[in-house]
């Protein structure tokens, strides 16, 4: 998440740059170096404001030279092994103490952008589902015993998600415009970061947080690879379409049964939550229920995307009808 911040933020830059005309070079290494010397200089750092930034700038920059450079290279180390990292965080030789270095990548993390974004999902749950597990909507007791790992679940799908939503939309080829050849550099590399987070289980982050509560079990691991071969579907779908190519019934019908899967998290969860019936030491869920609420989302989607063709084709027909 960190180096998808990173790209945003060098991303704005560069479009700052062009909106400006300060586009020192037709190669976008070199604008990239500068957009990273311009957000060093935008960077806190103690009590210096910008004046003073650019005062230092400008009195040592002359005095840096190539060989200078190539003389610091020698003392400066950007690569650290970990062998190093461990004699300088414990000295003393004990191993028994945990690294201070966080992998942020095996941390379960969500952004506010996501939870904003989950929040119409989760209303709906709460009034469309917990009538099945006997809670009261209308009691906020009830709703908040449950809702902070329910909230969190559905804003990391969501986050996710918007991974997703990020290589649908890489720009076309055609415009060589240093914004959008950045832009295009910008999300590809969201892209892959995301390929890469595929295969490493994106999910694997999120599920340690469950089975540490006791609240993993195997058909919500399934639910959540249901969740991946959806995007996965997704994708497929959406780059044919771009590609004027022929697309699969059977793939689209899948897609549409697989989209709710969050839903079918979310309810599990709550079966877990609420530890009904328990029977050696797992939680009995109702079958019944969930047939009964997988065919109602099925039915759901469809009539969502129904009502989207009708906006789209009321807008077309109204354009159409003003010219």
């Known amino acids: 998440m960190e180096e998808l911040r990173k790209l945003e933020q060098l991303h704005a830059t560069l479009t700052f740059m062009q909106s400006h005309n300060f586009v020192p070079s037709s190669t976008l290494d070199s604008n990239r170096f500068i957009a990273n010397l311009i957000l060093l200089l935008l960077q806190p750092c103690g009590e210096l404001n910008l ?16 060989s200078f450079l190539e003389e610091a290279s020698q003392w400066v180390r950007f690569e650290t092994d970990e062998r190093d990292y461990q004699e300088v965080n414990d000295p003393s030789g004990k191993k ?3 690294p201070l270095q966080i992998n942020h990548e095996e941390v379960a993390m969500v952004g506010l952008e996501a939870m904003e974004r989950a929040n119409s999902t989760l209303e709906d749950f709460c009034r469309s589902y917990f009538m099945f597990h006997g809670v009261d909507i209308d009691s906020p007791l009830m709703i908040f015993k449950y809702f902070p790992v329910l909230a969190f679940t559905e804003s990391y799908i969501y986050q996710l998600d918007g991974l997703n939503e990020k290589i ?18 910008n999300y590809q590399c969201w892209a892959e970061t995301f390929a890469n987070m595929l295969e490493k289980d994106p999910f694997r982050p999120h599920l340690n ?11 919500i691991r399934e639910e959540f690879r ?11 779908l959406c780059r044919a379409l771009t590609h004027n190519m022929e697309i699969s019934i059977k793939d689209v019908m899948r897609a549409i049964h697989l989209k709710s899967f969050d839903y079918r998290v979310l309810n599990l969860l709550l079966y877990q939550l609420r530890g009904q019936e328990v029977i050696c030491f797992v939680v009995k869920v109702n079958d019944l229920h969930m047939e009964f609420l997988s065919v109602s ?3 759901v989607e469809i009539s969502d995307d129904l009502f989207s063709l009708y906006v789209i084709f009321f807008y077309c027909f109204c354009g159409y009808a003003a010219g």
Do not use: H, Q
């Open 51 to 66: 004046d003073m930034k650019f005062r230092l700038l400008s009195e040592y920059l002359p005095k840096i030279s190539v």
């Open 226 to 236: 249901s969740g991946e071969e959806y995007w996965a579907l997704e994708r497929k």
């Open 209 to 219: 947080v469950l089975e540490l509560r006791g609240l993993l079990n195997d058909r």
């Open 297 to 299: 989302e099925f039915l």
């Open 96 to 98: 028994d103490c945990l």
């Open 168 to 185: 649908l939309s890489i720009p076309t080829e055609g415009d060589t415009s240093l914004a959008k050849e950045f832009e295009k550099m």
